[in-house]
């Protein structure tokens, strides 16, 4: 019995010239979070044509996190990289919490 690996293909990610400025700028910004820095990191490579196991080599990271910011990304533009909201129990402390 022949074992068979799937081999499918990346999402293509295209993106035009502000979009990639804001990428640059994120990953540039000694302000920005880590995270931010990675998924756009992450855009950036793939809008370069590279493959998800070579993005995920070069910046140490698994493949299921490149497949999943690069489809994201592929599938609602930049606002793909911002957190998805979480269920559960709001936060019970910030602006206009009584503590």
Same mark, same amino acid.
């Given at each position: ?13 295209? &993106? @035009? ?10 990953? %540039? ?8 820095? !990675?998924?756009?990191? &992450?855009?950036? %490579? =793939?809008? @370069?044509?590279? =493959?998800?196991? %070579? &993005?995920?080599?070069?910046?140490? &990271? ?11 990304? =592929?599938? !609602? ?5 911002? @957190? ?7 936060? =019970? ?7």
């Amino acid at each position: 019995m022949r074992s068979e690996r799937w081999a499918g293909t990346a999402v293509a990610v295209s &993106i @035009d010239r502000q979009v990639r400025e804001r990428l640059v700028k994120t990953v %540039a910004s000694a302000k920005s979070e880590v995270r931010a820095v !990675l998924r756009a990191k &992450i855009v950036l %490579a =793939a809008a @370069d044509g590279l =493959a998800n196991g %070579a &993005i995920a080599r070069e910046l140490e &990271i698994s493949v299921n996190t490149v497949r999943k910011w690069r489809g994201r990304f =592929a599938a !609602l533009g930049p606002e793909g990289l911002r @957190d998805a909201e979480r269920p559960g129990r709001p936060k =019970a402390y910030g602006p206009g919490r009584a503590w």
